[in-house]
């Protein structure tokens, strides 16, 4: 069974652009979540999403953005970048909605440097 | 709103030495808890879970709810511990989970 799939693996914007990062859940996973990971401010809850819908969403400007299309796999963008949006943005999936079974199955990440 | 908090950025320990993790939760409803770990150049994993009570590579982790505390425990420490260990909180009948800052473990021979 394949794992979470980001792409792309590394990029370099400037400040100003924008950026689209990508996600494959695994196979037969409907929630898909995203993470700001930075040194300073560890793993930070970005939203989640669940059938195409962004059920929760953290503490995060409006600048971050999401979407999740019919086979489940997501997209994040950043508009407007910021220097201090450089970090390892990193994308989760698991099965079913909100069953206390589930965990969270990590994709290797997309590291974001802004220039 | 669920908060963790991991008091120790840092924690070295020799090999064989009893080792802690600390974890502190702040959430009025009924939490579920996790550790996830993540080896030098691998994913974030998840190591275990309350729910399960389960002992996964020697570790095992008691949910306190009266102290709200979630310490990650091993008794023996060894070298391949080494790693960036994650408390985790998941609201009860919800997939928004929240992670603590993270404690970097490092074993010493």
């Known amino acids: 069974k394949a794992g979470v799939t980001q792409t792309p693996r590394y990029l370099i914007k400037t400040r100003g652009q924008q950026v689209t990062l990508s996600c494959s859940p695994i196979s037969g996973h409907r929630s898909v979540s995203w993470y700001q990971q930075t040194p300073g401010q560890g793993l930070q809850f970005l939203f989640e999403?669940?059938?195409?819908?962004?059920?929760n969403k953290g503490n995060f400007p409006g600048r971050f953005s999401g979407r999740q299309f019919s086979n489940s796999r997501s997209e994040m963008n950043v508009s407007t970048l910021e220097l201090g949006d450089s970090a390892l943005y990193l994308c989760?999936?698991?099965?079913?909605?909100?069953?206390?079974?589930?965990?969270?199955?990590f994709g290797a990440g997309s590291r974001l440097t802004v220039l | 709103a669920q908060r963790v908090t991991q008091p120790e950025k840092l924690l070295s320990v020799f090999k064989g030495a009893p080792v802690e993790l600390k974890c502190n939760y702040s959430y009025s409803g009924s939490p579920e808890l996790f550790w996830y770990v993540q080896y030098s150049r691998q994913r974030l994993q998840l190591l275990l879970r309350h729910i399960s009570r389960e002992s996964i590579k020697g570790f095992t982790a008691d949910l306190n709810k009266g102290e709200t505390s979630f310490h990650l425990k091993k008794p023996f420490a060894q070298e391949e511990d080494s790693a960036m260990y994650y408390c985790?909180?998941?609201?009860?009948?919800?997939?928004?989970?929240?992670f603590g800052a993270g404690t970097r473990l490092t074993v010493k021979p």
């Open positions: 985790a909180l998941r609201r009860y009948n919800n997939n928004d989970m929240r």
């Open positions: 999403y669940f059938s195409e819908t962004q059920r």
């Open positions: 989760a999936s698991s099965p079913e909605g909100r069953s206390g079974a589930n965990v969270l199955t």
